[in-house]
């Protein structure tokens, strides 16, 4: 059984960094992809970078690109977001999901029905 587990998530000034980190288990092959998603109070589930098992392919969304990154330790079987200059609209509750069978994908999706297993989630807050 696949679980994931997210920790690193706190309260940070404006300008900030924070690394969150999801541990990955349970998966029987590699074509599988993490990705990150936020949640901010009265928004919709915004899917915001993924990276690929198999090739390490990575994508991020507009609104993070050039202040996120991801990357993965797949010796750890850890996937990492590594977030700077952190505003205050970054606000959200974290979750790493996971999707089995990346390979079918031939576009990014980030529409959260597609992904297969979910962790609980992290609090990010960012203060101005």
């Known amino acids: 059984e696949v679980h994931l587990v997210e920790s690193g998530g706190g309260l940070v000034q404006a300008g900030g960094s924070l690394r969150l980190s999801c541990a990955a288990s349970g998966f029987t092959s590699d074509d599988y992809a993490i990705a990150w998603f936020r949640q901010a109070p009265g928004k919709e589930r915004e899917g915001i970078s993924c990276?690929?098992?198999?090739?390490?392919?990575?994508y991020l969304a507009d609104s993070v690109k050039g202040r996120f990154t991801i990357s993965s330790d797949n010796a750890k079987n850890m996937v990492y977001l590594h977030m700077n200059s952190l505003k205050p609209e970054d606000t959200a509750v974290y979750y790493c999901?996971?999707?089995?069978?990346?390979?079918?994908?031939?576009?990014?999706?980030?529409?959260?029905?597609?992904?297969?297993?979910w962790g609980q989630g992290t609090q990010v807050t960012v203060s101005s």
């Open positions: 990276i690929s098992r198999s090739d390490g392919s990575t």
């Open positions: 999901a996971a999707v089995v069978g990346w390979s079918q994908y031939t576009i990014v999706v980030f529409n959260p029905r597609v992904y297969d297993y």
